[in-house]
């Protein structure tokens, strides 16, 4: 079978660059953090670790797989999600929230790694084929896309716990259990009515870093 039938090269790559890099560092983020901030449950399963493998959650990168062959310019997939007790934590409010930005925030910073990279090699003037181009920028891209989608406050994602952290105590007790319980189909909803702004912000950032 001709798998270039089935799969482009910008597929691959994308898919490539979300299972292998981008959702394993998150999650081994998360799971670091909280193990620094007293809480070993992340550990005790095994989590703390950049195997892709342990991090692989079956329908989140089935899920991924089909929305990029799909070629829509819609991704949507995710990793299996970090264990974490807030309760084990020496600061449960404020750990809870360093716990939750690591993901997104070690994304960033990978995504700024490469974009001086990027614009270092250009400036060296060095001769690259274009698909080497397009991994390099595609990394860049990829990984912003990861950090400003979990900073959207809305459960399950990594923003909702900020939410929660920095509203008042009252409004944010009563808030969680609805925003868990319906997060999930509120985040598809915003997705579609949002997903361009959303883009948008995510194409300006990734050339902002690389410097177009």
């Given at each position: 079978?001709?798998?270039?039938?089935?799969?482009?090269?910008?597929?691959?790559?994308?898919?490539?660059?979300?299972?292998?890099v981008?959702?394993?560092?998150?999650?081994?983020?998360?799971?670091?953090?909280?193990y620094?901030?007293?809480?070993a449950?992340?550990?005790?399963?095994?989590?703390?670790t950049?195997?892709p493998?342990?991090?692989?959650?079956?329908?989140?990168?089935?899920?991924?797989?089909?929305?990029?062959?799909?070629?829509?310019?819609?991704?949507?997939?995710?990793?299996k999600?970090?264990?974490?007790?807030?309760?084990n934590?020496?600061?449960?409010?404020?750990?809870?929230?360093?716990?939750?930005?690591?993901?997104?925030?070690?994304?960033?910073v990978?995504?700024?790694?490469?974009?001086?990279?990027?614009r270092?090699?250009i400036?060296?003037?060095?001769?690259?084929?274009?698909?080497?181009?397009?991994v390099l920028?595609?990394?860049?891209?990829y990984?912003?896309?990861?950090?400003?989608?979990?900073?959207?406050?809305?459960?399950?994602?990594?923003?909702a716990?900020?939410?929660?952290?920095?509203?008042?105590?009252?409004?944010?007790?009563?808030?969680?259990?609805?925003?868990?319980?319906?997060?999930?189909?509120?985040?598809?909803?915003?997705?579609?009515?949002?997903?361009?702004?959303?883009?948008?912000?995510?194409?300006?950032?990734?050339?902002?870093?690389?410097?177009?």
């Amino acid at each position: 079978m001709d798998l270039s039938r089935l799969i482009t090269p910008d597929q691959f790559i994308l898919i490539a660059i979300f299972l292998l890099v981008g959702f394993p560092v998150h999650e081994f983020c998360h799971a670091f953090v909280a193990y620094k901030l007293g809480d070993a449950t992340a550990k005790m399963f095994g989590r703390l670790t950049l195997n892709p493998i342990v991090h692989f959650d079956p329908i989140g990168g089935l899920f991924l797989i089909v929305s990029v062959l799909a070629g829509t310019g819609f991704v949507f997939g995710w990793a299996k999600p970090t264990p974490v007790n807030p309760g084990n934590l020496r600061d449960r409010r404020n750990g809870e929230v360093l716990v939750s930005l690591a993901g997104p925030a070690s994304n960033l910073v990978m995504a700024s790694v490469m974009a001086i990279v990027f614009r270092g090699l250009i400036a060296s003037g060095v001769n690259l084929p274009d698909l080497v181009w397009q991994v390099l920028y595609s990394f860049v891209v990829y990984n912003v896309a990861l950090a400003i989608f979990n900073f959207i406050p809305i459960p399950p994602l990594d923003g909702a716990t900020l939410l929660f952290r920095f509203l008042p105590l009252r409004y944010s007790w009563e808030l969680r259990p609805i925003l868990t319980q319906y997060g999930f189909i509120v985040l598809i909803f915003f997705i579609f009515f949002g997903g361009r702004l959303i883009g948008g912000l995510i194409g300006n950032v990734a050339n902002f870093l690389v410097g177009f």
